[in-house]
C-alpha cells in the first residue's frame, strides 16, 4: 500500500492485488477526526464480473457503500462524493476493498 499526503487534496492512497485476493485500503481511527471519503478509483485487468467494492466503518460496524459490478461492466471508473464526501463517524476505521476472482484490482481512495 502507498499513500501520498497533499495538503490540498488529501490523502491518496493506492493499492492492489491479483488472483483472488482483495485490494484493501485502511484509514486508521483518530480520536479527534471525521474522515470524509472524497474519491475511489479503480480497474481491473478485465471483465469485473461479479466484483465488490465495499466501504466499511469496523468501528461501528456499518457498511457504507456495498457495490457489485455488472458483468459487462468497465474495466476502470470513479467515484466522487462531491465537496464533502462520504461523511463518516468521528474516530472510526474506514476499510475500502475491491474484489474479485482470477484477476488484477487497483484500488485508489482519496480522503481528509
Same mark, same amino acid.
Given at each position: 500500500?502507498?499513500?501520498?499526503?497533499?495538503?490540498?487534496?488529501?490523502?491518496?492512497? *493506492?493499492?492492489?492485488?491479483?488472483?483472488?485476493?482483495?485490494?484493501?485500503?485502511?484509514?486508521?481511527?483518530?480520536?479527534?477526526?471525521?474522515?470524509?471519503? %472524497?474519491?475511489?478509483?479503480?480497474?481491473?485487468?478485465?471483465?469485473?464480473?461479479?466484483?465488490?467494492?465495499?466501504?466499511?466503518?469496523?468501528?461501528?460496524?456499518?457498511?457504507?457503500?456495498?457495490?457489485?459490478?455488472?458483468?459487462?461492466?468497465?474495466?476502470?471508473?470513479?467515484?466522487?462524493?462531491?465537496?464533502?464526501?462520504?461523511?463518516?463517524? %468521528?474516530?472510526?476505521?474506514?476499510?475500502?476493498?475491491?474484489?474479485?476472482?482470477?484477476?488484477?484490482?487497483?484500488?485508489?481512495? %482519496? *480522503?481528509?
Amino acid at each position: 500500500m502507498r499513500e501520498y499526503n497533499d495538503t490540498d487534496r488529501g490523502t491518496i492512497v *493506492y493499492n492492489t492485488a491479483s488472483g483472488n485476493n482483495t485490494a484493501v485500503v485502511s484509514i486508521a481511527a483518530d480520536p479527534d477526526e471525521y474522515w470524509a471519503v %472524497q474519491c475511489i478509483g479503480w480497474s481491473f485487468d478485465k471483465k469485473p464480473s461479479g466484483s465488490k467494492l465495499t466501504i466499511e466503518d469496523t468501528t461501528n460496524n456499518t457498511t457504507l457503500l456495498d457495490f457489485t459490478f455488472k458483468s459487462d461492466g468497465d474495466f476502470c471508473g470513479v467515484f466522487e462524493f462531491g465537496p464533502v464526501g462520504l461523511e463518516c463517524s %468521528q474516530n472510526a476505521t474506514i476499510v475500502v476493498s475491491l474484489s474479485g476472482t482470477k484477476m488484477t484490482k487497483n484500488l485508489t481512495v %482519496q *480522503y481528509a
